[in-house]
Nanobody, 125 residues
Framework: QLQLVESGGGLVQPGGSLRLSCAAS????????IGWFRQAPGKEREGVSC???????NYADSVKGRFTISRDNAKNTVVLQMNSLKPEDTGVYYCAAQLWYQAVCVTEGHRYAYWGQGIQVTVSS
């Protein structure tokens, strides 16, 4: 059974950092694009970042320069390093996977078939 599990969320002060991990089981991530998405209370889900099988990345404008996505195929894991966090980064963060062979990944949620259960990130003083 294909499964994605997020970890690393929590409460952090503005300006702080968190490292989210997305671990896959039941399949290998090698040929999948992985996307990170978030949903704040009362708001629609938005795409944050993605990485394709070749390591090409894409970021939402709101997180460029602050977030970094990377993949470790040996560990079957994708990591989202979040620095300089702001209160508006608060939300439930989800990782998602989709078989993807194109040169550029996308952060459109409907393009992803497999989703994790989500993890809370709260940025507050």
């Amino acid at each position: 059974q294909l499964q994605l599990v997020e970890s690393g969320g929590g409460l952090v002060q503005p300006g702080g950092s968190l490292r989210l991990s997305c671990a896959a089981s039941g399949f290998t991530l090698n040929y999948y694009a992985i996307g990170w998405f978030r949903q704040a209370p009362g708001k629609e889900r938005e795409g944050v970042s993605c990485i394709n099988s070749r390591g090409s990345t894409n970021y939402a404008d709101s997180v460029k320069g602050r977030f970094t996505i990377s993949r470790d195929n040996a560990k079957n894991t994708v990591v989202l390093q979040m620095n300089s966090l702001k209160p508006e980064d608060t939300g439930v963060y989800y990782c998602a996977a989709q078989l993807w062979y194109q040169a550029v990944c996308v952060t459109e949620g409907h393009r992803y078939a497999y989703w994790g259960q989500g993890i809370q990130v709260t940025v507050s003083s």
